[in-house]
C-alpha cells in the first residue's frame, strides 16, 4: 500500500523567509501524482501545487516551489518569501488512481 | 476551478440519531466522490469512495452500517451517520475528480462539524 510520510509535525518560520516542508512517499508505481494541500482555519482544502511523477521539471507555482526527487521518493515544497496568510496545516498528497493518500500534516507558524 | 459544496457545515445531533451530510458538485459532474474523516489536527482519513450508480466501497475498519453512502446522482453523494454516538463527533470532508481516470486533482467541500451529544 502506498503511504506518505511527514515527518515534521511544526514548523516556524520569519515573516519574508523561506522555509522547506519535507515529505517521502512510498509506491511501486511508475505513474502517478504529487499534491500539497493547504489547509488554513477555515478547514478548506486548498491545492498548493501538483507535480505528475513522470515529469522531471520541479513545479512552481508563484512562492511556492517543489523539489521532486523520485529516485529517492521525496517530494519537499519550498516556500519563498513567506507571508502570514500562509499559515495553515499543509498535507503532501499521493494519487496512482483514484484514492487519494494523505500525509499526517505539518503546521506551519509564520512569525511577523 | 470546480466547486464542491457541503452541507450543512455544522450539525449538532442527540445521541442515537441519524445524520445526512450532502455532498453536490455544482459545476461538473462526479461519477465518483470520496468521503474522508478528520480529528482535530490530525490528517484526512479515507472511509469511503461513492460511486454513482452502484455500491460505496469502504475501507478497512468503516463499518459500512454505521457510514450508510449513496450516490443519487451525477451531481449528489450523501453520507449518513447512522444511531450516531459521541465518537462519531468529527469533521466530515468530501472531495471529487473533476476528470475520470484518477489523475486529477481532487476539489474538496468546504466540510460538515458533526457534533453528537
Known amino acids: 500500500a502506498q503511504t506518505v510520510t511527514q515527518s515534521q509535525p511544526e514548523m516556524s518560520v520569519q515573516e519574508a523567509e523561506t522555509v522547506t516542508l519535507s515529505c517521502t512517499y512510498d509506491?511501486?508505481?511508475?505513474?502517478?501524482?504529487l499534491f500539497w494541500y493547504k489547509q488554513p482555519p477555515s478547514r478548506q482544502m486548498i491545492l498548493v501545487i501538483r507535480?505528475?511523477?513522470?515529469?522531471?521539471q520541479n513545479a512552481t507555482e508563484n512562492r511556492f516551489s517543489v523539489n521532486f526527487q523520485k529516485a529517492a521518493k521525496s517530494f519537499s515544497l519550498k516556500i519563498s518569501d513567506s507571508q502570514l496568510g500562509d499559515a495553515a496545516m499543509y498535507f503532501c498528497?499521493?494519487?496512482?488512481?483514484?484514492?487519494?493518500?494523505f500525509g499526517a500534516g505539518t503546521i506551519l507558524r509564520v512569525k511577523s | 476551478g470546480a466547486v464542491v459544496s457541503q452541507h450543512p457545515s455544522r450539525v449538532i445531533c442527540k445521541s442515537g440519531t441519524s445524520v445526512k451530510i450532502e455532498c453536490r458538485s455544482l459545476?461538473?459532474?462526479?461519477?465518483?466522490m470520496f468521503w474522508y474523516r478528520q480529528f482535530p489536527k490530525q490528517s484526512l482519513m479515507l472511509m469511503a469512495t461513492?460511486?454513482?450508480?452502484?455500491?460505496?466501497?469502504?475501507e478497512q475498519g468503516v463499518e459500512k452500517d454505521k457510514f450508510l453512502i449513496n450516490h443519487a446522482s451525477l451531481t449528489l453523494s450523501t453520507l449518513t451517520v447512522t444511531s450516531a454516538h459521541p465518537e462519531d463527533s468529527s469533521f466530515y470532508i468530501c472531495?471529487?475528480?473533476?476528470?475520470?481516470?484518477?489523475?486529477?486533482?481532487?476539489?474538496f467541500g468546504e466540510g460538515s462539524r458533526l457534533t453528537v451529544l
Open positions: 472531495s471529487a475528480p473533476q476528470t475520470s481516470g484518477g489523475t486529477g486533482e481532487l476539489f
Open positions: 509506491t511501486s508505481e511508475s505513474d502517478y501524482y
Open positions: 507535480q505528475e511523477a513522470y515529469k522531471q
Open positions: 498528497a499521493y494519487t496512482g488512481g483514484n484514492k487519494l493518500v
Open positions: 459545476d461538473f459532474q462526479a461519477t465518483t
Open positions: 461513492s460511486n454513482e450508480g452502484s455500491k460505496a466501497t469502504y
